[in-house]
């Protein structure tokens, strides 16, 4: 106990001043005293004066000063990015006494608050204030106990450190009166616990951090951080590992998911390690199912970090979050998550919505969810470790189902199914084939048999054939050879779209040998079709010519009309690529002439506009071809289309207007680019090269050939490799450069072999012309 000067005095004082009166009064002291005792009178006038004097100093100095604590814990030693959250912080901080940052587990709350604290603190010349709440944890830190310490590190008084959580939180904002302090409170449990441990004045600030929306408190959410701002961060914390390996670099930044934590982690280890490269330590992340188990570090893990969430959630909010992991999509609504979770919609609604508070799940838009990549993964090893298979799979063949349901109902309408399908295209091309992984063939099946129709543009070819594969591998793990074949057709064709012409014939070939084996004429006619089109795109032109009318003979005999016209149209543009254009005309006229009245076929005109072309009817090209164009806007059929404007390339080209020529196979470019189409990306860049060898921009030419070389090998398309090579070398040969064209048309001429590929006959002329001798 202090003992104040003054204190004592006054005491002395008193002693001597009761002597004093004892002896004026005819008292006596004891024997050893009495000696003494005519200097009590003097004694006490010393004293009085020296207690006066104490009293004085003391009013002038006035309280001793209160303590001033510094118990900020270190700025984090590594910290980049955050300009747009630091930002953020201060807005709010300006605009009020608390701010609280909330985020998921391991996103970097903490760092960020110790960060703006620190820059701060000059503000608050009273001193720092810093509580771990612990609100993560089963038994989080009680209001009392803190409000107890903060009152003692502030110089409160032993006696004034005691009583309820309400008389505390008085004497806490009493203390903190007048004064200028920063007080930070890491993860708090929710606003229930921080709230008695706010300052009153507005002299403070407090800054919180936590996992969950803090009703009543001014927030900022804490996102994951950008590309940019995770390798920022990664490189200030391992720089040396970053500078050698940039695509390592990359792939560990993709798996990290903006994480700090993972990143922390992932650079103590690379730091602890020399002798791993930042491509060994990708590695062992990529592997989805090892990546938690990678991501540690000594006690420090991401998982751990989630699994404390993720208990603290209620058993219902549990079984949603696991389930909605395993979503196959990046996104999903709440109807998908009452199907996997096997509850009802409102259910579903109302513990995503929990989720969302809990940091846990993000909901981009009104109605969508997403996890992040990280905490997808700690879902799924939840799902595995809590669930049986047999309940995931059930779970999974709800979602096919619904998917099915959804796809009737919007079937009626093509704008309903269009916006339909852009919303839900991804998850239900995820969901399906994760359903063949999982067995659930008789779902699959369903749902690829109703959702195909609804794919109707030419952009959703790629995304059709990707379906059709999966129904294939249904149907032939179901052992069910009729719906083999039936998927076997619109597989063989998404192959040809998309230019692997090797692969659409292997399967067209299939698709013959099993309706043969089955004695289906409509299955044995739509197979020899198909097969005929791959013939025709690898220049067998007889067999493609057998295959095709042998098709229409028994598209005829069923009385299928529709099928007669497709088939005469693939007909008559095999004609045309195997330069028979005479035999062409009558065939595609007679497919016009079939469509029924007021009926346009873009397909069919576009291919009798070229065939009139080739056959010197230009003015009947161009009329067609104007059609075409209309009909292809009108009708959103963008493949046709794309084929139309190159078709009035072809037109422009002959009649030597140069520019519109150039824009018109460019155009057509953009177009196949848009919709995915590489063969026919392939072939605008052949047709680019084309043009300008006719006007004698060469150079340009070359550019234009190497591009489509190179698009045709990617397809595994020999032949036209070897074209556009031949078409290079006489590009090189009219710039003079001869030994190059020789070597380039003798690889390309190996590469064609005897394919009969039209209209090369002008090239090797022109080629011979020019390197003779």
Known sequence: MRLVPTAVASVLLSVLL?????????????????????????????????????????????????PVPAELPAAPAAFAGRAADLAAVRDLAAGGPVVALVGPPGVGKTALAL????????????????????????????????????????????????????????RLRSALDGRRVLVLLDDARDAGQVRPLLPGGSGCLVVVTSRRQ??????????????????????????????????????????????????GIAAARLRSRPAWSVAELARRLADEHRRLDELHLGDLTVRSAFASAYADLPVPDRRVFRRAGSHPGRQFGTADAAALADVSEAEAA??????????????????????????????????????????????????????????ITHSSAVS?????????????????????????????????????????SAGDQPDLLALWTDALAAATALGD?????????????????????????????????????????????????????????????????????????????????????????????????????????PVLERALAMLPEQTEHAWTMQALSAAYQRTGRTAEATGLNRQVLDLTRRTGD????????????????????????????RASLAVFERIRNPGGVASAHEAIGIVAVSFGRFADALTAFDTSAALFERLASPIEVGRSRLYRAHALAELGRL?????????????????????????RERLTTLTAG
């Not at 701002?229 to 990290?256: I, K, V």
């Not at 993964?377 to 096919?400: H, I, N, P, Q, S």
């Not at 084929?643 to 150039?662: K, V």
């Not at 030994?739 to 090239?763: N, S, T, Y």
Request: proline fraction near 5%; charge should be negative; charged fraction near 20%.
């Open 481 to 585: 050879d009729h719906r083999r074949v039936r998927a076997l057709r619109p597989v063989s064709h998404g192959q040809l779209t998309g230019g692997d012409t090797a692969a659409a014939l292997a399967t067209a070939e299939q698709a013959v040998t099993v309706a043969r084996r089955l004695g289906d004429p409509a299955a044995l006619a739509h197979a020899l079709f198909g097969r005929g089109r791959a013939l025709r795109h690898r220049f067998r032109y007889a067999e493609a010519e057998s295959d095709l009318t042998g098709a229409l003979d028994r598209f005829t005999a069923l009385g299928d009309t529709e099928q007669q016209i497709e088939v005469l149209d693939t007909l008559g543009t095999m004609y045309q690529v195997a330069g028979r254009y005479a035999e062409a005309v």
């Open 115 to 170: 960060r703006f604290a620190h820059d701060r603190r000059s503000h608050y010349p009273d001193g720092q204030l810093f509580a771990l709440l612990r609100g993560a944890d089963p038994d989080p830190v009680a209001p009392g106990a803190v409000l107890a310490r903060f009152l003692r590190v502030l110089g409160v008084p032993d006696d004034d450190r005691g009583g309820s959580v309400d008389d505390l939180a008085a």
């Open 214 to 263: 803090l009703p009543g408190l001014p927030q900022h959410d804490v996102g994951a951080l950008t590309d940019e701002e995770s390798r920022a961060l990664l490189s200030a914390a391992a720089p040396q590992h970053l500078t050698a390996d940039p695509r390592g670099t990359a792939d560990l930044l993709r798996y990290c998911a903006g994480f700090p934590l993972a990143l």
């Open 638 to 665: 963008d493949l046709a289309h794309a084929y139309a404007l190159q078709q009035r390339g072809w037109l422009a080209t002959d009649a030597s207007r140069h520019s519109d020529a150039s824009a018109d196979m």
């Open 739 to 763: 030994g190059e064209a020789r070597r380039q048309a003798a690889d390309a001429e190996r590469l064609i072999g005897d394919a009969a590929v039209p209209d090369l006959g002008w090239v």
């Open 350 to 407: 109302a513990a995503l919505e929990r989720l969302v508070d809990a940091h846990l799940v993000e909901s981009p838009a009104a109605g969508r969810y997403r996890l992040h990549d990280l905490l997808r993964l700690f879902a799924t090893e939840r799902v595995a470790a809590e669930e049986t298979a047999a309940e995931r799979k059930v779970g999974l063949v709800r979602l096919l189902d619904r998917i099915t349901a959804q796809a």
């Open 416 to 456: 309903s199914a269009s916006d339909w399908l852009s919303r839900e295209r991804d998850n239900i091309l995820a969901a399906v084939h994760q359903g063949v992984a999982a067995g659930s063939y008789e779902a699959v099946w369903t749902v690829v048999a109703t959702v195909g129709p609804l794919f109707r």
């Open 18 to 66: 009761a002597v004093a009166v004892n002896v004026a009064t005819g008292g006596t002291l004891p024997g050893p005293l009495s000696g003494v005792a005519g200097l009590a009178w003097p004694a006490v006038a010393v004293l009085a004066v020296v207690t006066g004097w104490l009293a004085i100093r003391q009013q002038r100095s006035g309280p001793a000063p209160s």
